[in-house]
């Protein structure tokens, strides 16, 4: 008999909620670092997983692939969104451990954001490792973000990111500022991994309570590729936040990554940044697919965006 999940499935949770909880943790798959054609076929089933999570779901959104700055990008909008340039515009970095999520997977996690934000989203197939390593990503995204810059008012401009997608996300905005472009109207973090050398509390205090992520370091140091994790282009808590736009960051008390978004909070708040910061009870990272507690989160995103981007 299996002794996980080691600790009790809260019976208030919603049942797709209990069922996440009581799942499997996932299998830890790390290769040698210069092992390529095994992190290939790692990545090529976990973009596979990603499409058949997300994929199925008929959404009434509009996708179109565009290249935008020289980048790949998926221009998506909700079948009731104008397709102008007056309104905001929601540039929506995936997750998927700085390795997983290109092409048809960049698309279908999109798209049921797309519908919460109610906005045209850009959501970029920016390039990964073990093929295009740091910077690369983080080039891909200033190209697309100074595209950006071309067509709206940075007011009218959300840089929004989940898990490893948040890491880049404000990754962006440091360089951005570092190299004098304007900062956004505001910033999502959803589930961030700000901190790619993982000091945080809980890396420790919910190894075992985590069954949907385990320690990435080995990947970070795939993406890193030699530099210095602690670099705040690579680990944006460390970096200086002041000037940063009203943010809104999301968790969850079984998420690993929980202490990066209390951290990064904590930062926002004393740099003097207007932050939220919503912990959902027995959350793992990545939510409960599609539960109705995930639903809260979408609801509570989109009070803050409705607050910083108030639309005709």
């Known amino acids: 008999m299996s002794d996980y999940p080691p600790y009790l499935i809260p019976g208030f949770l919603s049942v797709q909620a209990q069922e996440v909880l009581a799942a499997p943790p996932l299998p830890d798959w790390s290769p040698a670092l210069d092992d390529t054609d095994t992190w290939l076929e790692l990545i090529e089933f976990g973009n596979q997983f990603v499409c058949e999570r997300f994929g199925g779901a008929n959404l009434p959104v509009m996708s179109q692939l565009q290249e935008i700055g020289g980048v790949p990008v ?12 007056t309104g905001p515009l929601y540039i929506d970095i995936h997750g998927g451990a700085l390795i997983i999520g290109a092409g048809e997977a960049c698309d279908l996690m999109a798209q049921a954001r797309s519908l919460t934000t109610g906005m045209i989203t850009w959501a970029p197939d920016y390039r990964m ?6 910077p690369a990503a983080l080039d891909d995204l200033m190209a697309i ?3 950006a810059l071309k067509v ?6 959300v840089v929004a990111g989940t898990s490893a997608g948040g890491n880049l996300a404000a990754a962006l905005l440091l360089r951005a500022r570092d190299e004098g472009l304007a900062i956004p109207g505001s910033l999502v973090l959803l589930s961030p991994e700000v901190d790619l050398t993982e000091s945080g509390d809980t890396f420790q205090t ?4 985590s069954n949907t992520l385990s320690s990435l370091m080995q990947i970070n140091h795939l993406y890193a590729h030699g530099a210095d994790l602690a670099d705040p282009y690579l680990s944006p808590l460390f970096g200086d936040l002041t000037g940063f736009p009203p943010t809104f960051v999301q968790s969850g008390t079984r998420d690993l990554f929980l202490s ?4 990064f909070h904590r ?14 009870e027995a959350m793992p990272h990545g939510g409960f697919a599609g539960s109705p507690e995930d639903l809260e989160v979408e609801i509570e995103l989109r009070h803050f965006l409705d607050k910083h981007h108030p639309r005709a």
């Not at 490792?129 to 740091?134: A, K, S």
């Not at 919910?206 to 309570?209: E, N, S, T």
Request: one cysteine or more.
């Open 74 to 85: 998926y221009v998506l909008r909700g079948c009731d969104v104008l397709d102008d340039d």
């Open 129 to 134: 490792p073990p093929l295009h390593p740091y």
């Open 145 to 147: 973000y100074r595209a």
């Open 152 to 157: 709206r008012d940075p007011d009218h401009i």
């Open 206 to 209: 919910l190894a075992q309570a």
């Open 260 to 263: 990066n978004a209390v951290r």
């Open 267 to 280: 930062k926002l708040r004393s740099a003097g940044v207007e932050a939220e910061l919503h912990v959902w």
